[in-house]
């Protein structure tokens, strides 16, 4: 309950289907392990996905219905955490604020990766915010499972 009660848009559905697709969190040495299972692995400077190649396909180890489960997550987090700034007449400005420190760690990797990357698309941005507080989400769960 402390973890769910610290994160918020965090739910004990959610904690339910973390713990469903990974198993007993303490199992995972590390929570680069549990990143991998969920789908969120860099695996030789590319990030976990599908692949043909069966040798590619066995280091992968990609399960899309686990990257869903995590997608999901990250996606309601990000409605619970983050919020646009609207100017006097309720006009979207453009410029977003965060009310929960998950919601800090996409803003600021999206800032971030925007800066660095300037080619990429909004939506592209977007997505590699968003697996970032997907992975320190789920580092901290792991930090405080182990505990």
Sequence with gaps: D???EEVRGFSHTQLANI?????DIAN???VSRLWKR???????????????DKS?????????SRRSAMWNIGE???K????NIKDED??????SSAIGYLGQVYLGRKKDYAARHPEKSKAHIHNDAKRYMEKRLLKMLWQAWNK
Excluded: C, W
Aim: aromatic share 8%; charged share 20%.
């Design 19 to 23: 713990i469903g697709e990974a198993g």
């Design 28 to 30: 995972y040495g590390t």
């Design 2 to 4: 402390f973890f769910i």
């Design 90 to 95: 309720g006009n979207k400005t453009g410029e």
């Design 38 to 52: 969920m789908g969120l692995a860099v695996i030789d400077g590319v990030r976990q996905s599908k692949q043909t």
């Design 56 to 64: 590619k396909a066995l280091d992968h180890g990609y399960n899309p």
């Design 76 to 78: 309601t987090i990000i």
């Design 80 to 83: 619970a955490q983050v919020r």
